[in-house]
């Protein structure tokens, strides 16, 4: 009935008819459906739209009635099965609702013949060959294409797959087990494309040659497939209703990703809407369009998302700042008590900086030209009384949306042995494939930020090849200033000599009493070179595991252990351990790739039994400092002697350019830690700390390793800022004690101390109320033992209860509560850091923080000019006498008609006693550095007061240094024996002079650096010893102080129990310390 070729014609259409069919599925037992057909006639070359049925009684009508309530209403039909111009069969089912099967006996599925669209002309041409079937091709059945397809390294890879790129790819064929393939019939017309793909590869694209030979011959190496990696996330905007604004993203990956997805409070926006690809652009914005954006990259090799950017969209007429500062209390000296507000403390007010909708150009970027920022934008000056005189001050009475203040991130470290802290001296720092710097002999380095960087990863590779190479990503102040990291290495482990031809087995942890936490089994005949090429002679191994059972080691662990999942979502791993190799041929020393090595982890190892069936093999990808998966892990049994049998978790993996891996399971239960640093233990609220470095190590959960009950599964840093930070640490919320976390602080290199947790338990020093406390169980590390050191706390990581309100306020909240933990207020739950409070105070008269670059203020009286380029000067100052003084440096406008005799600010710092003379101590005393001023139009050398408490008379100035000031016109009145002036040189006078001048671009840097050349008494050492008889600028004479009398910092270390509230300190003064202190401002005028 049909026609057979394409030559048959069809005769009289009317006279051709097609089948319907009718598919019945009855019930046979309840269990089994047996399938007949039906045949009924119909129109052809028509769809039919119904079962053409006979015509129906009323007892037919009352059946279909029972059946519409027994049956749901029949699903569209499916598309037609055939290709244009031919015949198929569509389609449609049904759901019997009964809860009786004998109801259910008509059919649940029919079908029907149908005929897809007429076919239309093909208008492919082929500049050679003929089109094949599909209208999609050119094919050359006379020609050959000849492959050879290798994995990284050279290895065969056998098993892709070759794809003809067409309207929908079209699979040609497999390779074989030499990575060969043959493809017949291709064209070689230099257009046509291939795409290879092979599971953890990325595909490998390849365009047909050209010739006019029969045959052609191509090659291809596959590159490791990586998932997508942010490199540009949106960023943080605000503008006015009716403007407009452009998000950007970027990422990369192999392959490329080519799609993009942008969410608006997690719900995905309309691509074919917004017409958005990696660039976002909203314009005419409306307020409901403001909150938080993110986009998602998607490649074959997965996905990632970026951060979140908040978009603040105000009215056209709101004011984009709150006029009105908040409080900011600074401490005034000690000298200086405020009867008004029974305290030492003074509210002079502060301008929080978050991003404002300023004035914008017509031109849409994906970074503002201009940012703006919330700032003080008016200061009134205020006199505060002191002792004896009159102290100045900025106040700040307005805020408005002003040009951010540039800044500059920088990091800083020291990179030593995790065992001995012996430096990597002269090691090179890479970013990605760039070396960026290099470590000094004492293992120290500078890193100066690249502006749109959003991650850091940075590898640290030492040449003497001491220690394994090691990747971490390193948590830096976006919003500028330098933070301090130190970084550890692990030690390479002694290499061993292994013959190629014979099976070897590499135990992977080695702990006293302990078995190892895994094993490494290499087969005979694993080892191949780079070439491909398989490798029989002797291979030098080296092998080093960072061991968990070890706590000492966590310092030590590569980058931040996350991952991304396959929605894009950045997830955290649990270590059981990471191992880096490296195998070289003996002879030459290239290095040789392994295949089918086998990871036999003891599953005894695992002591949590959840964490067993999701065990994995990972290996870290060291330009994005991510985890990726190699494989999964089965279980198989393994005698051990003769009488014990063991279960191991077994992985398969091969080793060719990646040579780190790690034996990790993924986390989801966690939550954060708020954490706050302090200058001091009155724990100000405006006395916090940015910049310092939180790390957070958790711990074995239960009863653990019988040698070492405190293995750790995870180590996290992150920085400061104006209102802390949140620490990530795993948690549970059905057992308190199932982890805990040991935290630590450290600035600069110097670690933090915590508040204690004995003799003393003070929860208003902790900063955590009861009873949530205690089931945090907090212990400072010297809870059991003062001779340990005091800079570190473990809690249990008790997740917070919703039904709680006592462990709703911090200082643990759930994942999910980020938000909630990054704005908490100071009054709410949190844990302490401080600083060992050192007997230096500094006052300036324009208050700048200088954890915060973008506190900085433009004005005159400013302290540091200029917010990229802070210049510290300090004066070395001998003090002959038995006891330590306090010495202070009054700084003020000497030369410019802006500042002349109005105050900078003051410094005041304690004489440090020198080791070898019993009445020799000094100072080295910082003093405002003379030069331009923020303006930048003329300099002023700055009118240097230094002045010795206490009964001193000066005994000598240094030669050099009254020889240049005398030189150096005009020159200061010196009438008072007991104290110098000085106009500041400008020159960056050194060592010979007393003089020791630094600039950095970071305030703490520039600092540290003086002070260590002043107390070492060199212009390029360092030192924390005092050496009293170098370097000296000025020399005083001091008598003893009288019997009985309090020093300004033995003062100003009894600090008052509370904080202070917003414009008062709780607590109070005694009268007769009041009567002291005003007795101390004799000389301070």
Same mark, same amino acid.
């Given at each position: 009935?049909?026609?057979?070729?394409?030559?048959?014609?069809?005769?009289g259409?009317?006279?051709?008819?097609f089948?319907?069919l009718?598919?019945?599925?009855?019930?046979?037992?309840?269990r089994?459906?047996?399938?007949?057909?039906?045949?009924?006639?119909?129109?052809?070359?028509?769809?039919t739209?119904?079962i053409?049925?006979?015509?129906?009684?009323?007892?037919?009508?009352?059946l279909?009635?029972?059946?519409?309530r027994?049956w749901t209403?029949?699903s569209?039909?499916?598309?037609?099965s055939?290709?244009?111009?031919?015949?198929g069969?569509?389609t449609?089912?049904?759901?019997?609702?009964a809860?009786t099967?004998s109801l259910?006996?008509?059919?649940?599925?029919?079908?029907r013949l149908?005929?897809?669209?007429p076919?239309?002309?093909?208008?492919?041409?082929?500049?050679?060959?003929?089109?094949?079937?599909?209208c999609d091709?050119?094919?050359?059945?006379?020609?050959?294409?000849?492959?050879?397809?290798?994995?990284?390294?050279?290895?065969?890879?056998?098993?892709?797959?070759?794809y003809?790129?067409t309207?929908?790819?079209?699979?040609?064929?497999?390779?074989d087990?030499?990575?060969?393939?043959?493809?017949?019939?291709?064209?070689?017309?230099?257009?046509?494309?291939?795409k290879?793909?092979?599971?953890?590869?990325?595909?490998?694209?390849?365009?047909?040659?050209?010739?006019?030979?029969?045959?052609?011959?191509?090659?291809?190496?596959f590159?490791?497939?990586?998932?997508?990696?942010?490199?540009?996330?949106?960023?943080?905007k605000a503008?006015?209703?009716?403007?407009?604004?452009?998000?950007?993203?970027?990422?990369t990956?192999?392959?490329s990703?080519?799609?993009y997805?942008?969410?608006?409070?997690?719900?995905?926006?309309?691509?074919?809407?917004?017409?958005?690809e990696?660039?976002?652009?909203?314009r005419?914005?409306?307020?409901d369009q403001?909150?938080?954006y993110?986009?998602?990259?998607?490649?074959?090799?997965?996905?990632?998302?970026?951060?979140?950017?908040?978009?603040?969209?105000i009215?056209?007429?709101?004011?984009?700042c709150?006029?009105t500062?908040e409080?900011?209390?600074?401490?005034?000296?000690?000298?200086?008590?405020?009867?008004a507000?029974?305290?030492f403390y003074y509210?002079?007010g502060?301008?929080?900086?978050?991003?404002?909708?300023?004035?914008?150009?017509?031109a849409?970027?994906?970074?503002d030209?201009?940012?703006?920022?919330?700032?003080?934008?008016k200061?009134?000056e205020?006199?505060i009384q002191?002792?004896?005189?009159t102290?100045?001050?900025?106040?700040?009475i307005?805020?408005s949306?002003l040009?951010?203040?540039?800044?500059r991130?920088?990091?800083?470290?020291?990179?030593?042995?995790?065992?001995?802290?012996?430096?990597?001296r002269?090691?090179?720092?890479?970013?990605?494939?760039n070396?960026?710097?290099m470590?000094?002999?004492k293992?120290?380095?500078?890193?100066?930020?690249?502006?749109?960087t959003?991650?850091?990863?940075?590898t640290?590779?030492?040449?003497?090849?001491?220690?394994v190479?090691?990747?971490?990503?390193?948590?830096?102040?976006?919003?500028?200033?330098?933070?301090?990291?130190?970084?550890k290495?692990?030690?390479?482990?002694e290499?061993?000599?292994l013959?190629?031809?014979?099976?070897?087995?590499?135990?992977?942890g080695e702990?006293?009493?302990e078995?190892?936490?895994?094993e490494?089994?290499?087969?005979s005949?694993?080892?191949?070179?780079?070439n491909?090429?398989?490798?029989?002679?002797?291979?030098?191994?080296?092998?080093?595991?960072?061991d968990?059972?070890?706590?000492?080691?966590?310092?030590?662990a590569? &980058?931040?252990? *996350?991952?991304?999942n396959?929605? #894009?979502?950045?997830?955290?791993? !649990?270590t059981y +351990?990471m $191992?880096?190799?490296?195998?070289?041929?003996?002879?030459?020393?290239?290095?040789?790739?392994?295949?089918?090595v086998?990871?036999?982890?003891?599953?005894?190892?695992?002591?949590?039994?959840?964490?067993v069936?999701?065990?994995?093999?990972?290996s870290?990808?060291?330009?994005?400092?991510?985890?990726e998966e190699?494989g999964?892990f089965?279980f198989?049994r393994?005698?051990?002697?003769?009488?014990?049998?063991?279960?191991f978790?077994?992985?398969?993996?091969e080793?060719?350019?990646?040579?780190?891996?790690?034996?990790d399971?993924?986390?989801?239960?966690?939550?954060?830690?708020?954490?706050?640093?302090?200058?001091?233990?009155?724990?100000?609220?405006?006395?916090?700390?940015?910049?310092?470095?939180? &790390?957070?190590? *958790?711990?074995?959960?239960?009863t #653990?390793f019988?040698?070492?009950? !405190?293995a750790? +599964?995870? $180590?996290?840093?992150?920085?400061t800022g104006?209102?802390?930070a949140c620490?990530?640490?795993?948690?549970?919320?059905?057992?308190?004690?199932a982890?805990?976390a040991?935290?630590?602080?450290?600035?600069?290199?110097e670690?933090?101390e915590a508040?204690q947790s004995s003799?003393?338990?003070?929860p208003?020093?902790?900063?955590v109320?009861?009873p949530y406390?205690?089931?945090?169980?907090y212990?400072?590390?010297?809870h059991?033992?003062?001779?340990v050191?005091?800079?570190a706390?473990?809690?249990s990581?008790?997740k917070?209860?919703?039904?709680s309100?006592?462990?709703?306020?911090?200082?643990?909240?759930a994942?999910?509560?980020?938000?909630?933990?990054?704005?908490a207020?100071?009054?709410?739950?949190?844990?302490?850091?401080?600083?060992?409070?050192?007997?230096?105070?500094?006052?300036?008269?324009v208050?700048?923080?200088e954890?915060?670059?973008m506190?900085?203020?433009?004005d005159?009286?400013?302290?540091?000019?200029?917010?990229?380029?802070?210049?510290?000067c300090?004066?070395k100052?001998?003090?002959?006498?038995?006891?330590?003084?306090?010495v202070r440096?009054?700084?003020?406008g000497g030369?410019?008609?802006?500042t002349?005799?109005?105050?900078?600010?003051i410094?005041?710092?304690?004489?440090?006693?020198?080791?070898?003379?019993?009445n020799?101590?000094?100072?080295?005393?910082?003093?405002?550095?003379s030069?331009m001023?923020?303006?930048?139009?003329?300099?002023?050398?700055?009118?240097?007061?230094?002045?010795?408490q206490?009964?001193c008379?000066?005994?000598?100035?240094?030669?050099?240094l009254?020889?240049?000031?005398v030189?150096?016109?005009?020159?200061?009145v010196?009438?008072d024996t007991?104290?110098?002036?000085m106009?500041?040189p400008l020159?960056p006078?050194?060592?010979?002079y007393?003089?020791?001048t630094?600039?950095?671009?970071?305030?703490?840097?520039?600092?540290?650096?003086?002070?260590?050349r002043?107390?070492?008494?060199?212009?390029?050492?360092?030192?924390?010893v005092?050496?009293?008889n170098v370097?000296?600028?000025?020399?005083?004479n001091c008598v003893?102080?009288?019997?009985?009398?309090?020093?300004?910092f033995?003062?100003?270390?009894?600090?008052?129990?509370?904080?202070?509230?917003t414009?008062?300190?709780?607590?109070r003064?005694?009268?007769?310390?009041?009567q002291?202190?005003?007795?101390?401002g004799?000389?301070?005028?």
């Amino acid at each position: 009935m049909f026609p057979t070729g394409p030559g048959e014609k069809m005769v009289g259409t009317k006279a051709w008819v097609f089948f319907f069919l009718v598919l019945e599925v009855t019930s046979v037992s309840g269990r089994q459906t047996m399938l007949t057909q039906s045949v009924r006639r119909v129109q052809p070359g028509r769809r039919t739209s119904s079962i053409f049925a006979k015509p129906v009684d009323s007892l037919e009508r009352s059946l279909r009635r029972d059946t519409e309530r027994v049956w749901t209403p029949w699903s569209h039909w499916s598309k037609c099965s055939a290709a244009c111009g031919h015949t198929g069969v569509q389609t449609r089912t049904r759901t019997c609702l009964a809860e009786t099967v004998s109801l259910c006996n008509e059919a649940s599925e029919e079908g029907r013949l149908c005929m897809d669209q007429p076919c239309t002309a093909c208008d492919l041409t082929c500049p050679m060959g003929q089109v094949n079937a599909d209208c999609d091709a050119c094919m050359c059945q006379d020609f050959m294409l000849h492959g050879a397809v290798s994995l990284p390294g050279g290895a065969p890879a056998s098993g892709a797959t070759v794809y003809l790129l067409t309207k929908t790819p079209k699979p040609l064929t497999k390779t074989d087990s030499n990575g060969r393939f043959r493809v017949p019939g291709l064209c070689p017309d230099g257009k046509s494309i291939l795409k290879i793909t092979k599971a953890k590869f990325a595909p490998i694209m390849l365009t047909m040659p050209k010739t006019s030979l029969k045959t052609a011959t191509v090659n291809a190496e596959f590159r490791r497939a990586e998932t997508p990696y942010i490199v540009k996330n949106p960023e943080t905007k605000a503008r006015r209703a009716g403007q407009s604004v452009s998000l950007c993203c970027k990422a990369t990956g192999k392959p490329s990703p080519d799609k993009y997805f942008w969410y608006h409070n997690d719900t995905l926006l309309d691509p074919s809407l917004y017409k958005h690809e990696s660039k976002l652009v909203l314009r005419n914005l409306q307020q409901d369009q403001a909150g938080e954006y993110f986009c998602k990259a998607q490649s074959d090799a997965g996905a990632v998302k970026s951060q979140v950017a908040q978009l603040t969209v105000i009215a056209a007429d709101e004011t984009p700042c709150n006029p009105t500062p908040e409080s900011y209390l600074i401490r005034l000296p000690h000298d200086c008590f405020q009867n008004a507000t029974n305290s030492f403390y003074y509210d002079v007010g502060h301008c929080p900086v978050k991003t404002c909708a300023g004035q914008q150009d017509k031109a849409i970027r994906c970074r503002d030209a201009v940012e703006h920022c919330c700032g003080i934008s008016k200061t009134e000056e205020r006199e505060i009384q002191c002792s004896g005189y009159t102290l100045p001050t900025k106040v700040a009475i307005e805020c408005s949306c002003l040009r951010c203040t540039e800044t500059r991130s920088i990091v800083r470290g020291r990179v030593s042995a995790a065992d001995n802290g012996e430096p990597m001296r002269f090691g090179h720092v890479y970013m990605g494939s760039n070396r960026v710097s290099m470590t000094g002999y004492k293992g120290t380095f500078t890193l100066h930020v690249p502006q749109d960087t959003e991650r850091l990863v940075l590898t640290f590779v030492d040449r003497m090849q001491k220690f394994v190479n090691t990747t971490k990503v390193l948590p830096f102040n976006k919003k500028g200033s330098a933070v301090f990291h130190e970084i550890k290495m692990l030690r390479k482990k002694e290499p061993i000599t292994l013959e190629a031809m014979d099976t070897n087995i590499i135990p992977l942890g080695e702990v006293a009493g302990e078995d190892p936490m895994a094993e490494l089994e290499i087969p005979s005949k694993s080892f191949y070179r780079q070439n491909g090429e398989p490798y029989t002679g002797k291979v030098k191994a080296s092998v080093t595991f960072l061991d968990p059972r070890n706590i000492s080691t966590a310092t030590a662990a590569q &980058s931040d252990l *996350n991952f991304i999942n396959d929605e #894009g979502d950045t997830f955290p791993l !649990r270590t059981y +351990g990471m $191992f880096s190799v490296d195998f070289t041929d003996e002879a030459t020393s290239e290095s040789l790739n392994v295949g089918n090595v086998k990871v036999h982890l003891d599953s005894t190892q695992v002591k949590m039994p959840e964490h067993v069936p999701t065990m994995q093999l990972w290996s870290l990808n060291p330009d994005t400092g991510l985890w990726e998966e190699e494989g999964d892990f089965k279980f198989e049994r393994q005698r051990r002697g003769k009488r014990e049998e063991r279960t191991f978790l077994v992985g398969n993996m091969e080793i060719r350019e990646r040579r780190l891996f790690n034996l990790d399971v993924p986390e989801s239960r966690r939550c954060f830690i708020k954490v706050r640093a302090y200058r001091s233990e009155r724990f100000l609220p405006s006395e916090q700390i940015q910049g310092v470095v939180v &790390s957070a190590i *958790n711990l074995e959960p239960r009863t #653990g390793f019988s040698s070492n009950p !405190r293995a750790w +599964g995870r $180590f996290d840093s992150v920085i400061t800022g104006p209102n802390g930070a949140c620490l990530p640490a795993f948690c549970d919320d059905q057992s308190p004690d199932a982890y805990s976390a040991y935290v630590l602080a450290s600035l600069a290199g110097e670690e933090l101390e915590a508040v204690q947790s004995s003799p003393k338990f003070n929860p208003n020093a902790i900063g955590v109320p009861q009873p949530y406390l205690n089931k945090l169980k907090y212990r400072r590390t010297d809870h059991e033992d003062p001779q340990v050191k005091k800079t570190a706390f473990q809690i249990s990581m008790a997740k917070p209860r919703p039904s709680s309100a006592e462990e709703s306020n911090g200082p643990i909240y759930a994942l999910e509560n980020l938000r909630a933990c990054e704005e908490a207020p100071p009054s709410a739950a949190h844990f302490r850091f401080y600083q060992i409070e050192g007997d230096r105070y500094d006052y300036n008269t324009v208050p700048f923080n200088e954890d915060d670059p973008m506190s900085w203020t433009e004005d005159y009286l400013a302290w540091w000019p200029k917010p990229m380029e802070f210049r510290a000067c300090y004066i070395k100052v001998k003090i002959v006498g038995p006891v330590e003084v306090n010495v202070r440096s009054r700084n003020m406008g000497g030369t410019h008609r802006q500042t002349v005799g109005k105050l900078y600010g003051i410094r005041d710092v304690k004489s440090t006693r020198d080791r070898d003379q019993p009445n020799v101590s000094s100072a080295c005393l910082e003093f405002k550095c003379s030069g331009m001023l923020y303006d930048q139009d003329r300099v002023d050398r700055t009118l240097v007061k230094v002045i010795p408490q206490g009964s001193c008379y000066r005994a000598s100035v240094n030669s050099m240094l009254h020889e240049y000031l005398v030189n150096h016109l005009p020159l200061a009145v010196n009438n008072d024996t007991s104290e110098y002036t000085m106009l500041a040189p400008l020159d960056p006078l050194g060592h010979n002079y007393g003089i020791y001048t630094v600039t950095d671009q970071d305030p703490h840097t520039a600092k540290e650096i003086a002070l260590g050349r002043c107390f070492d008494g060199t212009s390029d050492g360092s030192s924390r010893v005092m050496k009293s008889n170098v370097g000296v600028a000025l020399t005083f004479n001091c008598v003893e102080r009288q019997v009985g009398r309090q020093s300004a910092f033995q003062y100003l270390q009894s600090p008052p129990a509370q904080p202070p509230a917003t414009n008062t300190v709780r607590g109070r003064v005694s009268s007769r310390r009041q009567q002291r202190a005003s007795r101390r401002g004799q000389r301070q005028r």
